[in-house]
């Protein structure tokens, strides 16, 4: 019995209004079943049935949520508190700190 509802990739594409690459991103990916026809094993026939191609679109589906309102934003008279880090004070303490640990090293000799 010939199944006359399969697809050619080219086909199945043309249906699902995709180019023929973004078909075989799909297929490659397991997206898109489909059906192996004929004996080679090199390069295999593939035949898409409606049936898979009906039940890609369906899970392709999505619905948007609506954008939600902004909140409004209410103006405060805050100002913002910044810090201000000096980064050679923090590096000479650091020096200190490794210099007097090796003196207290050298003097525990």
Known sequence: ??????????????????????????????DIAYIAVGLGEKRIRKRFDLKDIARFRERQRRVEDPPQAMPSRKRTKEA???????????????????????EAAREGR
């Open 1 to 30: 019995m010939i199944e006359s509802d399969l697809l050619t990739a080219d086909e199945a594409a043309k249906l699902l209004r995709i180019g023929r690459r973004t078909f075989d991103g799909h297929v490659a990916r397991g």
């Open 80 to 102: 913002s508190v910044v810090e201000t880090i000096d980064f050679k004070a923090l590096l000479e303490e650091r020096r200190a700190a490794r210099r007097a640990a090796r």
